[in-house]
């Protein structure tokens, strides 16, 4: 079954500490992966995608397919970074979306 | 933000009363999506579509019917509204690239 797994639903840092934000997904075939963003009282939005290879803020991403995994990381992280993190995969041919639960991380200052 | 729009952005509601959630785009996507989102369950498709007409269930369909009549909108249902669909509901589209672009949401409370 296609899934993708978030084990943390909160994670709190100290401003200046490293992030890393965990995903696992289990997929036949070759996903496209993404992680998206959602800050207090806004919309959802993209943060990275596993094609690009870019960075965003700061955060980067590696899909490592031999442990199925997508996590996301920062080095430093800032107060400004506290939000909602959602790891998503699509599935190619139907293009339905399959969401993680998400996790909340906090910065503490 | 890209052009997509919900409509109501809050609505109250009782038990077994039908409710209708729009979205609107303008940006002549041809993939819209329905999701609830919950705490601990994060995001769940409820519907999505492909096209003019063209719709498909999601993983938490049940209670939930859809209708695109035209490129830009798309409708979400709830035939007879339970507490247990009380939620925040997102519409998203999505372009060639596959990014979605998401609406602010509707805040459904069902009494």
């Known amino acids: 079954a296609q899934r993708v797994t978030q084990p943390e639903k909160l994670l709190s840092v100290f401003k200046g500490a490293p992030v890393e934000l965990k995903c696992n997904y289990s997929y036949s075939g070759s996903p496209e992966l993404f992680w998206y963003v959602q800050y207090s009282r806004q919309r959802l939005q993209l943060l990275l995608r596993?094609?690009s290879r870019e960075s965003i803020k700061g955060f980067t991403a590696d899909l490592n397919k031999g442990e199925t995994s997508f996590h996301l990381k920062k080095p430093f992280a800032q107060e400004e970074d506290s939000a909602m993190y959602y790891c998503a995969l699509v599935s190619s041919g139907t293009y339905k979306y399959i969401f993680g639960t998400g996790t909340r991380l906090k910065v503490l200052a | 933000d890209a052009g997509i729009t919900q409509s109501p952005r809050h609505k109250v509601t009782e038990t077994g009363t039908p409710v209708t959630l729009r979205c609107h785009q303008t940006?002549?996507?041809?993939?819209m999506y329905w999701y609830r989102q919950d705490p601990g369950h994060g995001l769940r498709l409820i519907h999505y579509?492909?096209?003019?007409?063209?719709?498909d269930k999601g993983e938490v369909s049940d209670g939930y019917s859809v209708s695109r009549s035209k490129t830009e909108d798309f409708l979400l249902t709830l035939e007879s509204a339970t507490s247990s669909q009380t939620s925040v509901y997102f519409c998203a589209i999505s372009g060639t690239n596959n990014e979605q672009f998401f609406g602010p949401g509707t805040r459904l409370t069902v009494l």
């Open positions: 596993h094609i």
């Open positions: 940006e002549n996507h041809r993939y």
């Open positions: 579509s492909y096209g003019v007409k063209d719709t």
